[in-house]
């Protein structure tokens, strides 16, 4: 595809539902990234990969957060027994390496948990 | 952890004064990269420094990286409208160069 693209864009769940949120990085693209990004603030790491292998999970918040990118394309970033306070932008961005190039920003996808 | 600052938080000008935003990782950097966010949107690259010193113009925008690869400035000469955003710095630890750390960010504001 031409950029990233993140699916769904809005996302309404109640609380204690799992959700998976997904990314199709830019095609070729080496690194991929996950951020949560509340309103007024800017992107909070989470995780990424390079290739299909997950190098820093350090930005987690809890064990109810988990990603994964088995082939090394898609990668699906999985809530599971959402609370509220999960409610946020979730972007993802990819690059063509992991170092020296810049990332690529999808459009987001918009959690609200009620 | 690392962690990277930006300041200020908030900056209100009018149209055609300058403006500068400041960078401070409590670590030293491989690199450090400048984003845009326009409102509504999603951070947009503006431009990547790697070596101690490094100064680099766009247009209006200069970019600077400091000696010690732990602060970076932007500034903005003579602001105009379409500069309105907010302005986010991302900087790769010189020990982790995969994971890009963002600070708060700069919001713009420019009154015609």
């Known amino acids: 595809g031409a950029g990233v693209s993140q699916s769904p864009r809005y996302k309404v769940t109640k609380r204690g539902q799992d959700v998976a949120l997904r990314c199709d990085p830019i095609?070729?693209?080496?690194?991929l990234y996950w951020y949560r990004q509340a309103l007024g603030q800017g992107p909070e790491f989470l995780t990424y990969f390079n290739y299909e292998a997950q190098q820093d999970k350090s930005g987690l918040p809890n064990d109810r957060f988990s990603a994964e990118r088995p082939e090394g394309s898609i990668s699906t970033l999985t809530i599971q027994r959402t609370e509220q306070r999960d409610s946020a932008m979730y972007r993802c961005?990819?690059?063509?390496?992991?170092?020296?190039?810049?990332?690529?920003f999808g459009q987001g996808t918009r959690l609200t948990v009620v | 952890g690392q962690q990277v600052m930006q300041i200020p938080q908030y900056q209100h000008v009018q149209e055609g004064e300058d403006f500068t935003t400041y960078c401070n990782s409590s670590t030293t950097l491989s690199n450090i990269q400048w984003y845009k966010q326009r409102p509504g949107g999603h951070p947009v690259f503006l431009i990547q420094l790697v070596k101690s010193g490094e100064v680099k113009k766009q247009k209006r925008l200069t970019f600077q990286f400091g000696e010690a690869k732990k602060n970076s400035s932007l500034h903005i000469t003579a602001t105009q409208t379409t500069d309105v955003g907010t302005y986010f710095c991302?900087?790769?630890?010189?020990?982790?160069?995969?994971?890009?750390?963002f600070g708060q960010g700069t919001t713009l504001q420019v009154k015609p």
């Open positions: 961005a990819s690059s063509l390496e992991q170092v020296a190039t810049e990332a690529f």
């Open positions: 991302a900087g790769r630890d010189s020990s982790n160069t995969g994971k890009l750390i």
């Open positions: 095609s070729g693209h080496v690194s």
